[in-house]
């Protein structure tokens, strides 16, 4: 079993609709929490991270933290075209400073 | 803020070739850079973690004398991948952490061995 699990999709959307991006991870060790956004070809740039459990928001991204249940979620509102990428969810144990542990990402296509 | 460059952005060459890839970070000092790989379609794996002015840390089952790390100064750090065959074309990633920020990563270098 994967530390950090997560569907790859693809996942379509039309423009404008709510898009949910979940992850599920099995270390209990897990604190810190981040999400990257990966264009093709490129290196992933960072999005969002949060620390245990809780919500966090930065403009139209919402990511979300459940430790009891070990699942993490990403909400992007109003999706647009150019929110089409791979999400990658990560996770570290000990703080930012530790060694990320990837899920597979998820790909999400949002169409006009 | 917080710059990750990566250089080349793309290499081709023959099999059996050494190539060198650049990790740079251009707005902050890293004590600590990372090394990925990644395959098409699938996620990140981290080869080894660098640290300046000491040996990098590498993960299990990654060849340290196949890949060479060098750390040299607190903006640069190198990925040498010596006699490079087919097997080893792949995207190479680099990471470094601004502070207490988590990491943040370059453009990555596609790499193909013919």
């Known amino acids: 079993q994967k530390e950090v699990e997560q569907d790859p999709g693809p996942l379509s959307v039309p423009e404008g609709a709510i898009v949910s991006l979940n992850c599920t991870y099995s270390n209990s060790a897990f604190q810190y929490f981040m999400w990257y956004r990966q264009y093709s070809r490129k290196g992933p740039e960072l999005l969002m991270y949060t620390y245990s459990s809780g919500n966090k928001e930065d403009g139209r991204f919402t990511a979300q933290v459940d430790k009891s249940s070990k699942y993490i979620s990403l909400f992007i509102r109003d999706s647009q075209p150019s929110d089409s990428a791979t999400y990658l969810c990560a996770a570290s144990p000990m703080g930012t400073a530790s060694k990320l542990t990837f899920g597979t990402g998820t790909r999400l296509q949002v169409t006009l | 803020g917080a710059v990750v460059s990566q250089h080349p952005s793309w290499v081709i060459c023959k099999s059996g070739t050494s190539v060198k890839i650049e990790c740079r970070s251009l707005?902050?000092?890293?004590?600590?850079m990372f090394w990925y790989r990644q395959f098409p379609k699938q996620s990140l794996m981290l080869m080894a973690t660098?640290?300046?002015?000491?040996?990098?840390?590498?993960e299990q089952g990654v060849e340290k004398d196949k890949f060479l790390i060098n750390h040299a100064s607190l903006t640069l750090s190198t990925l040498t991948v010596t006699s490079a065959h087919p097997e080893d074309s792949s995207f190479y990633i680099c990471?470094?952490?601004?502070?207490?920020?988590?990491?943040?990563f370059g453009d990555g270098t596609r790499l193909s061995i013919l």
């Open positions: 990471s470094a952490r601004p502070g207490n920020q988590p990491q943040h």
């Open positions: 707005d902050f000092q890293a004590t600590t």
């Open positions: 660098s640290n300046e002015g000491s040996k990098a840390t590498y």
